[in-house]
């Protein structure tokens, strides 16, 4: 499936315009941390863009999100160590505990694209072009700021060699390349 087909596939699932928006940002990360650690763009940026592909369907629930993905994936021929990955991310719903690089990419990568949109957004201009590294790490201690945005996972860049100020440097400037398209 080549990345046109993907857009369009997530689109038939996905109608909210924000939700959309992070399937982009966490594609463009995770084609960043692909070209960092030498491992294969395309097929972990399309595991950035399909991840959440379900998350209009279980609709939040944690046992469900990302399971439902893997069928819809699968019926559609996506590589498996792809789906494997999408699974992975979402570890409530499979009871395993992720264990390759591709799986903690994936669930580091798509998370801090959370944190980074919103410290874009209490810029006066809400635009990430101003967002520096800085004020994203300074941010990972904040617990009341983006609340729902897993830290733990975040730290998972860790296991895959990137430390964190290097993985928020590298995050933010994947999304500053797609600003347009994210609406930052």
């Known amino acids: 499936m080549n990345r046109d087909q993907a857009e369009e596939l997530l689109k038939s699932y996905i109608t909210n315009e924000k939700m959309l928006y992070h399937c982009y940002s ?3 990360v995770l084609r960043a941390l692909a070209k960092r650690l030498g491992q294969n763009e395309k097929k972990w940026a399309l595991a950035g863009l399909l991840h959440d592909i379900d998350s209009e369907i279980t ?3 944690s046992k469900r999100h990302a399971l439902e993905a893997a069928d819809i994936l699968r019926k559609h021929g996506i590589d498996e160590e792809i789906i494997d990955a999408i699974k992975m991310h ?10 390759t690089q591709f799986q903690y990419a994936l669930a580091a990568g798509e998370t801090i694209t959370g944190l980074i949109y919103a410290t874009a957004l209490v810029y006066p201009d809400r635009k990430i072009k101003d967002v520096q590294t800085k004020s994203v790490t300074k941010r990972m ?3 009341a700021f983006a609340a729902s945005v897993n830290r ?17 440097e590298i995050s933010i400037n994947a999304m500053k390349e797609i600003a347009e398209k994210i609406g930052l």
């Open 26 to 28: 966490s594609e463009a």
């Open 90 to 99: 979402n570890e409530h719903a499979t009871g395993l505990e992720r264990t």
């Open 141 to 143: 201690n904040q617990t």
């Open 59 to 61: 609709n939040g629930d």
């Open 152 to 168: 733990t996972t975040i730290m998972e860049c860790e296991k895959i060699g990137i430390p964190l100020y290097e993985f928020a």
